[in-house]
């Protein structure tokens, strides 16, 4: 039965822009080796978001979970990090499932706008103002990790980091193009130091 089950979960398709093995750049598990997945499709659209590409679900191939998974499995990653665009658009029971059962623990990347759904392993929230997080997502969060261009958005940080579990860890992540952010994330982590600082090192270090 499980067997059956199994090839019924590997035919659910997803929008896929892209699936790679490198590594995490940013947030609680920097530095460590990752296979990202990132589905089509997305109702938030930041305008500085550096993915735009992933937001219109119809330009990306409809692909087989069983093909997504055997390219994680054989890539020997650890752990897969589900992303996108907006990942929670889609179910991903079918996706999250077959990873685990294949040995790969399971994080996702989502700005919360959907309810949560699969099996996760680790729940990275990064809250957007225009498109608030569901309410019902915040006991579930391992990792608080908001963007910052400006002071309202570290005030939109405090106002999250109100509704998550005592557990979570907190992020500060300045923006790649506001070089300005980065004065103002590291006085305000000196001053509360319950917060850190999350950096996009992938882009230091040019890997995808």
Known sequence: MEKAGNLEMDAVEYPLVEDFYTIQGEGAHTGRAAYFIRTAG???NCWWCDVKESWDEEKHPMTRTGDIVKRAV??????????GGEPLLHNLEPL????KQEG????????????????LDWVTLSPKRFKKPLDENFPYVDELKV???KNKDIE????????CPPS???????????????????DYVKKNPQWGIS?????FMNVP
């Open 74 to 83: 054989d890539s020997g990653a650890e752990f897969a990090v589900i992303t």
């Open 199 to 203: 950096l996009q090192t992938h882009k």
């Open 147 to 149: 963007v910052v261009l």
């Open 96 to 99: 999250s499932v077959r990873l």
């Open 104 to 119: 790969l623990d399971v994080h996702i990347e989502t700005s919360g706008s959907s309810p949560l759904s699969g099996q």
């Open 156 to 163: 939109w940080a405090e106002l999250n980091a109100k509704k």
């Open 168 to 186: 979570t860890q907190l992020l500060l992540q300045p923006e790649w193009e506001t070089p300005s952010s980065v004065k103002l994330i590291v």
């Open 42 to 44: 997305c109702d938030v």
